[in-house]
């Protein structure tokens, strides 16, 4: 568990950036304005030059060329960022997320309102 007090290392640096990065897909706007929309896109890229994991970012900022990401809605959004994020998971030898269950598990919460 992480101490507060300790400077983070890689798989909690890891846990609380995947944490921001699906709740602002969750929260970005269903229909963003082009402004909204460029600074997604924005965030996103320099997210990917600045992470302080040389690997991490050297492989996000290729999938990102490959795939960039999908702005037009925030199911588009949520959905491309669960795709990378099992992309990652992959790669370490992790379980899929199914990407369906992605509003609930970082928006919404579960329909027993455990998390109410
Ligand atoms: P995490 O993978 O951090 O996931 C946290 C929680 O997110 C899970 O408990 C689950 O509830 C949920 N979740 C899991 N998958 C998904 C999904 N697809 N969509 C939505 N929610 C999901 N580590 C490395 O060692 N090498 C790397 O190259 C690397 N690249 C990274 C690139 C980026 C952009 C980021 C943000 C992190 C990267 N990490 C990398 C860190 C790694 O992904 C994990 O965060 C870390 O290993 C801790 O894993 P974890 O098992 O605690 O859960």
Redesign the pocket.
Known sequence: SINSQCPLM??????A???L??TMAAYYPMKPKEEEQQSMSEFICS??KL?P?P???T??QEEISKSPPDLSSRLGLSTW??????I??K??G????D?RQ?LE??KDGPADGRCD
Do not use: A, I, T, Y
Not at 10 to 15: A, K, S, V
Not at 81 to 86: I, R, S, T, Y
């Open positions: 890689r798989d909690d640096l890891g846990r950036s995947w944490s990065l699906h997210f990917s992470f994991c690997e991490c970012r492989d996000f960022m669960c795709n990378q994020h099992n990652v998971n790669k370490l992790k379980p899929e997320f990407c992605v598990r970082w």
